[in-house]
Every structure is written in structure tokens, then in C-alpha cells.
């Protein structure tokens, strides 16, 4: 196998993770979880979304949150924006990269945003503009890529035919995210293979949900197509509320203990990182579906008691 030596992980806990919990998170426990992701060695942060704070509560406070956490040499702070409005308010707060989302699939594009994919992106042209002008990088991610829970299989033309919408806005690094777990290895394997060949100017990202238990095979087929960025969320924090089933992201723990049993680098602390996760759980006062969380990770051993004999 000829695995790549190095992968970056994006933490996502802060939005995704955060964003449909029931229990309202307070804006100083987001930043204490920021600055452990921080201290874990953790570069680049989904640190919220500017949505509407009616629709989505526990959004309501990422300029806050960005406030409290600071300028960070070295890391990127990004944020989700769905519209102009919210592009606005991220420039404001001073936001380090915007991300836009639309779905591959027609379906889950309305039921969530309640456009076609083609509106979706369209309405995304004075969103690019006004980010361009402020000097704000951009990103963008293809929702259902792999999958849709109204439509079935996402065929690889809707996923190229968004990527080539995306790029024509002026973006580059673009995520392919099976928002609900619907992805298997060998169709992760040969997408992004496919997608890479045909988009070689895009930095590609994988964003993988854990409904099925097989995020964590997805991410090793992404890295044998040679894709090495990857979303996670901390303590596997998340869900997507327009899908029905749909369970958390693959937490970031959980991707760094596979990485290191594998020796992919990521320069990222991992026991730092179960630190953050431990408190994510404890923030949001439920079990989560983090495996290293539950049984430590693979290098942990038990003391060996020796059998009494007879």
C-alpha cells in the first residue's frame, strides 16, 4: 500500500458537532473546547456558522466565540455562511476563511435550504464577491456526495457537475461530505480518485458521518486514493437534522488513534485531544459515539494480573 506519511485534520466540533445539541453550550465552554483543540495542535477550526440564530440557537454566538478564542498565529478559524447576510456578519467578526455548502442531491438541497443545488450556488456569486473584496479565502463543501437519504446513490456527475460550479465561483478547496453515512470504502476509493483526475487544481476534503460504523474505512479509502484532509469532531459530536437516522461525525480521536496505528502524521496531540473530547461529553452531559473515549486508545494497556492457579 502506498499511503500517504502525512493528513491534516479539520476540527468541525465546534459547528457541526455543536450545532444541534439540545442543551445550549455557553459561549465560554465553546472557547475553552477551541482553545483545547488549539493546544492538541489542531490548525484549522470550524469554529461556528453565521446562520440565522432563530433557526439555529447554538450558532448564535460565533462572533463570541471567535472573540473570546482571539487571533491565533497559525491557525485558521473558518466558519459556514448560507447567504449574503451571513457573509456580512462573518467579515465583520473577522472570520479567517468562509464556507459555503449546497447538496449534490436535489432532495436534501431542498429540505435543507429549500433551492435547487444550481440556486443554492448561484445565490453563493455576491457571497464570493464580497469575501474576495475583504480578502477572505473561501471553501465550499458538496453535501450528500456519496449519498442521499430521498434519492438513494449520488451519481459521480451530480458530485462533478457541483464541483465544477464551485470552481467556477473562484474555489478550490472543495469537501465532499457523506452528510449521512451512507458512503462505503470502494465508492469512496473510486470517487476520489475519479474527482482528483479531474480536478487536479482542487484541494479535496472528506467529511464522514459515522451512521453505519464505517467512517473510519471511508477515511482509509480516501487515503489510499491519495486525499489526505479530513474532518472530524471531537467525542464524534453531531447529526444532521434533515436526515432522518443520521448520528454524529466521526470523531477526531478516533481518526488519530487509526493514523497512528498507521503511522500517518498529523502533528496533533492525541491525548490532548481525548482531554477536549472528555469535556465536550461533559459539556453536553450525554454519552457520545467516540470509540477511543469508550475503550482508550489501541496503545493503552491493561495491567496483567496473573491467573491464580487451583
Keep these: 500500500m502506498n499511503l500517504p506519511n502525512k493528513a491534516v485534520i479539520c476540527e468541525v466540533g465546534p459547528r457541526d458537532g455543536l450545532q444541534n445539541e439540545k442543551k445550549l ?11 483545547g483543540c488549539i493546544d492538541a495542535g489542531i490548525k484549522i477550526i470550524e469554529i461556528g456558522s453565521f446562520v440565522n ?3 439555529t440557537p447554538q450558532m448564535a454566538d460565533t462572533a463570541e466565540v471567535l472573540r473570546g478564542v482571539g487571533k491565533v498565529s497559525g491557525v485558521e478559524f473558518r466558519a459556514l455562511v448560507p447567504n449574503v447576510r451571513g457573509a ?4 465583520e467578526a473577522g472570520i479567517g476563511k468562509i464556507k459555503l455548502t449546497a447538496s449534490a442531491s436535489e432532495s436534501h438541497n431542498r429540505n435543507n435550504f429549500n433551492k435547487t443545488p444550481l440556486e443554492s450556488v448561484r445565490g453563493f456569486a455576491d457571497c464570493v464577491k464580497l469575501a474576495k473584496d475583504a480578502g477572505i479565502p473561501l471553501s465550499a463543501a458538496i453535501g450528500t456526495a456519496f449519498g ?13 457537475y457541483m464541483a465544477r460550479s464551485f470552481i467556477d465561483l473562484g474555489i ?6 457523506d452528510t449521512t453515512g451512507m458512503a462505503h470504502p470502494l465508492q469512496v476509493y473510486t470517487q476520489c480518485a475519479a474527482m482528483r483526475k479531474a480536478f487536479p487544481q482542487v484541494k479535496w476534503v472528506l467529511h464522514f458521518h459515522n451512521t453505519r460504523n464505517m467512517a473510519l474505512a471511508n477515511i482509509f479509502a480516501g487515503l489510499m486514493a491519495g486525499v489526505t484532509w479530513f474532518d ?8 444532521c437534522p434533515f436526515a432522518p437516522g443520521a448520528s454524529g461525525n466521526v470523531a477526531t480521536e478516533d481518526i488519530l488513534n487509526m493514523f497512528a496505528g498507521m503511522g500517518v502524521e498529523t502533528g496533533v496531540d492525541i491525548d490532548k485531544m481525548i482531554a477536549v473530547a472528555r469535556l465536550a461529553r461533559e459539556y453536553v452531559g450525554h454519552e457520545t459515539e467516540s470509540g477511543v473515549l469508550k475503550a482508550g486508545k489501541t496503545t493503552d494497556l491493561a495491567p496483567f494480573t496473573k491467573c491464580a492457579q487451583s
Excluded: D, H, Y
Excluded at 453550550?25 to 482553545?35: A, F, G, H, R, S
Excluded at 456580512?88 to 467579515?91: D, N
Design 88 to 91: 456580512e456578519r462573518a467579515i
Design 53 to 55: 440564530p432563530r433557526a
Design 148 to 160: 442521499c437519504p430521498f434519492e438513494g446513490v449520488v451519481s459521480l456527475g451530480q458530485v462533478e
Design 25 to 35: 453550550i455557553l459561549t465560554e465552554q465553546k472557547v475553552n473546547l477551541v482553545k
Design 172 to 177: 478550490t478547496e472543495i469537501s465532499m461530505s
Design 232 to 239: 472530524g469532531s471531537f467525542a464524534g459530536l453531531g447529526g
